[in-house]
């Protein structure tokens, strides 16, 4: 091992200990071991015993540990830190602005244990309540998650939307360029990309002049296959030129947006091939395949019947946003803040979903403090009328799929969205039978964001999706798309079997604070990918028929 890496050992064997609150002399010792080690001239791996042994400043213990790190990579003591340490803290000690102390926090009072749930839980604002963080921390803790996952191969479509609309816009505008679209994962809205790909009319000598001169690209290699022109965005993320004649523009788009399954549906049964000349809509008349949009070409439509494309949810049709929360638990903004940017986005209603009385990692609303906040509701509806703000709340459902409130403060809400957010690691059974409960609940309006997954950070928690949908059919609750790009859940996947029961989806934003509703976006393109009509998207009913609904 280099002097380096066995720093970096001698490091992490600090950090755990600290981390486990150990003896701080011992910890000391293992910090200035790799101070030390660091700042060797000569390198370790090439020492013997009797050299090691002869280094000022290292003792007994630690030459031992470095003659076992040289022979095997680690040592005891390490392993056993190690041992007792979920993965996923040790993954956070790596990221910047966090200690151990501020990572025993994290673990213990939020119970956060992969960094996929840190980052979450800067969204939603939580890490400044807690002692020894602020503002700044959290935001220095989020911009270096962000950067760590950016590089791992996968992206959130959220992160890398905005990137690819600007390099199309700037293709467009780019003399010399003809026809140019997205196209693959990013035009069908895929939640996760890992390639983002373009149809170009256009040589592949000007595509490589573009992207030599592109502030996004500059810098990075470019290379030619045929008619494909390749490079990365910001040496992360692969990009793909696909460049054609005009004649060429409908097919190459045709061909390089579905995925394999709706492309060998197209070549066996209906007569496709690259040589069609057109538009898309064109090339599916003329082969008579309906249309389908971008969205749904995905292997789950090519085995059941496509919905009506017209009819698929549009951001144009919701008329309110529901699942919200505010500075009564833990949003960033009032809720007038909330309510007020709400109407300026054109919307009639707004549902306050704050947290429980058990979310007290949250500040969870006791019940004292829900009457209080309904009473700010009723005055902020007099001054904002005709809006009107919903007393909700989001309910965790807890660890027996029980509601969090007794019956009578559950009857005082106009909604509940009832979530889980604890204990995530049940087995299928009882992680459905949980939910089951919860939806077999009176009160229990919407189920919110039903499996608790963080995509590329945390999987979902196991559940029988059909028996919940079919516990939700019975009982007449709808399911909640949470849009936030972090959990777009319920997966798409799941929504043509809701719809085939007649369960209504209601996409919610999960806003803490009052830029969040703009994630109603992302919801929009996850529901259309799984077959969403305005007549089943729960708030696309107008204000008054909601009412009559709740």
Same mark, same amino acid.
């Given at each position: 091992?280099?002097?380096?890496?066995?720093? #970096?050992?001698?490091?992490?064997?600090?950090?755990?200990?600290?981390?486990?609150?150990?003896?701080?002399?011992?910890? #000391?010792?293992?910090?200035?071991?790799? &101070?030390?080690?660091?700042?060797?001239?000569?390198?370790? *791996?090439?020492?013997?015993?009797?050299?090691?042994?002869?280094?000022?400043?290292?003792?007994?213990?630690?030459?031992?540990? /470095?003659?076992?790190?040289?022979?095997? !990579?680690?040592?005891?003591?390490?392993?056993?830190?190690?041992?007792?340490?979920?993965?996923?803290?040790?993954?956070?000690?790596?990221?910047?602005?966090?200690?151990?102390?501020?990572?025993? @926090?994290?673990?213990?009072?939020?119970?956060?244990?992969?960094?996929?749930?840190?980052?979450?839980? %800067?969204?939603?604002?939580?890490?400044?309540?807690?002692?020894?963080?602020?503002?700044?921390?959290?935001?220095?803790?989020?911009?270096?998650? *962000?950067?760590?996952?950016?590089?791992?191969?996968?992206?959130?479509?959220?992160?890398?939307?905005?990137?690819?609309?600007?390099?199309?816009?700037?293709?467009?505008? @780019?003399?010399?360029?003809?026809?140019?679209?997205?196209?693959?994962?990013?035009?069908?809205? %895929?939640?996760?990309?890992?390639?983002? *790909? &373009?149809?170009?009319?256009?040589?592949?000598?000007?595509?490589?002049?573009?992207?030599?001169?592109?502030?996004?690209?500059?810098?990075?290699?470019?290379?030619?296959?045929?008619?494909?022109?390749?490079?990365?965005?910001? !040496?992360?993320?692969?990009?793909?030129?696909?460049?054609?004649?005009?004649?060429?523009?409908?097919? @190459?788009?045709?061909?390089?947006?579905?995925?394999?399954?709706?492309?060998?549906?197209?070549? =066996?049964?209906?007569?496709?091939?690259?040589?069609?000349?057109? =538009?898309?809509?064109?090339?599916?008349?003329?082969?008579?395949?309906?249309?389908?949009?971008?969205?749904?070409?995905?292997?789950?439509?090519?085995?059941?019947?496509?919905?009506?494309?017209?009819?698929?949810?549009?951001?144009?049709?919701?008329?309110?946003?529901?699942?919200?929360?505010?500075?009564?638990?833990?949003?960033?903004?009032?809720?007038?803040?909330?309510?007020?940017?709400?109407?300026?986005?054109?919307?009639?209603?707004? !549902?306050?979903?704050?947290? =429980?009385?058990?979310? &007290?990692?949250?500040?969870?609303?006791?019940?004292?403090?829900?009457?209080?906040?309904? $009473?700010?509701?009723?005055?902020?509806?007099?001054?904002?009328?005709?809006?009107?703000?919903? $007393?909700?709340?989001?309910?965790?459902?807890?660890?027996?799929?029980?509601?969090?409130?007794?019956?009578?403060?559950?009857?005082?809400?106009?909604?509940?969205?009832?979530?889980?957010?604890?204990?995530? $690691?049940?087995?299928?059974?009882?992680? @459905?039978?949980?939910?089951?409960?919860?939806?077999?609940?009176?009160?229990?309006?919407?189920?919110?964001?039903?499996?608790? +997954?963080?995509?590329?950070?945390?999987?979902?928690?196991?559940?029988?999706?059909?028996?919940?949908?079919?516990? %939700?059919?019975?009982?007449?609750? /709808?399911?909640?798309?949470?849009?936030?790009?972090?959990?777009?859940?319920?997966?798409?996947?799941?929504?043509?079997?809701?719809?085939?029961?007649?369960?209504?989806?209601?996409?919610?934003?999960?806003?803490?604070?009052?830029?969040?509703?703009?994630?109603?976006?992302?919801?929009? +393109?996850?529901? +259309?990918?799984?077959?969403?009509?305005?007549?089943?998207?729960?708030?696309?009913?107008?204000?008054?028929?909601?009412?009559?609904?709740?």
């Amino acid at each position: 091992m280099t002097n380096k890496e066995i720093a #970096r050992a001698f490091k992490l064997a600090g950090q755990l200990l600290e981390l486990h609150d150990e003896n701080p002399f011992k910890v #000391r010792s293992f910090q200035n071991a790799a &101070f030390k080690v660091e700042r060797l001239p000569e390198a370790l *791996e090439t020492m013997d015993a009797a050299a090691i042994a002869g280094i000022e400043g290292i003792g007994k213990s630690l030459q031992a540990r /470095i003659l076992e790190l040289n022979e095997r !990579g680690s040592f005891d003591e390490l392993d056993e830190l190690k041992s007792k340490t979920p993965e996923g803290i040790l993954e956070i000690l790596s990221i910047k602005g966090l200690g151990p102390k501020k990572v025993r @926090t994290l673990w213990q009072e939020l119970e956060i244990q992969s960094v996929g749930e840190l980052l979450y839980a %800067c969204q939603e604002n939580r890490l400044v309540t807690l002692k020894g963080f602020g503002e700044k921390t959290q935001e220095q803790v989020r911009h270096s998650i *962000e950067y760590a996952q950016s590089n791992k191969g996968k992206f959130l479509y959220a992160v890398i939307e905005p990137l690819a609309l600007q390099l199309l816009a700037d293709l467009r505008q @780019t003399s010399g360029i003809g026809s140019a679209d997205w196209t693959g994962t990013l035009r069908r809205g %895929c939640e996760i990309i890992e390639t983002a *790909e &373009f149809v170009t009319v256009a040589t592949t000598e000007k595509i490589t002049a573009f992207l030599a001169d592109h502030p996004l690209v500059a810098g990075q290699p470019v290379s030619t296959d045929g008619t494909m022109v390749r490079s990365s965005l910001a !040496g992360r993320l692969p990009l793909v030129f696909h460049c054609c004649s005009e004649k060429a523009f409908g097919n @190459t788009l045709l061909r390089t947006t579905g995925d394999e399954a709706h492309l060998a549906r197209l070549s =066996s049964a209906f007569n496709w091939n690259a040589s069609l000349e057109g =538009s898309e809509v064109e090339i599916y008349r003329t082969i008579g395949y309906a249309f389908p949009e971008p969205e749904l070409r995905e292997e789950l439509w090519e085995t059941r019947q496509r919905p009506d494309t017209s009819k698929l949810i549009t951001e144009a049709d919701l008329r309110g946003i529901l699942h919200n929360h505010s500075t009564w638990s833990d949003g960033t903004h009032s809720l007038e803040v909330m309510a007020r940017y709400c109407q300026e986005l054109g919307y009639e209603y707004l !549902g306050i979903c704050d947290h =429980s009385r058990s979310a &007290f990692y949250a500040n969870g609303l006791s019940i004292e403090r829900v009457a209080e906040q309904h $009473k700010e509701i009723e005055a902020l509806n007099k001054k904002l009328a005709p809006f009107r703000i919903l $007393k909700g709340i989001e309910s965790d459902i807890l660890t027996d799929g029980s509601l969090d409130y007794p019956d009578e403060i559950l009857d005082t809400f106009d909604l509940v969205v009832a979530s889980v957010h604890s204990v995530l $690691k049940m087995d299928e059974n009882k992680a @459905t039978a949980r939910l089951i409960r919860a939806v077999e609940h009176p009160a229990t309006t919407i189920l919110g964001h039903p499996t608790g +997954r963080l995509l590329l950070s945390r999987p979902g928690y196991p559940i029988d999706h059909r028996k919940v949908i079919d516990a %939700c059919a019975a009982n007449d609750v /709808i399911i909640e798309l949470n849009a936030n790009p972090y959990r777009l859940d319920i997966d798409w996947r799941w929504i043509p079997y809701a719809l085939d029961k007649g369960v209504m989806i209601s996409i919610n934003p999960d806003a803490h604070r009052k830029e969040g509703y703009h994630d109603m976006h992302f919801g929009v +393109r996850a529901a +259309r990918k799984g077959g969403l009509t305005k007549e089943m998207t729960f708030n696309a009913l107008l204000l008054v028929e909601l009412e009559k609904r709740l």
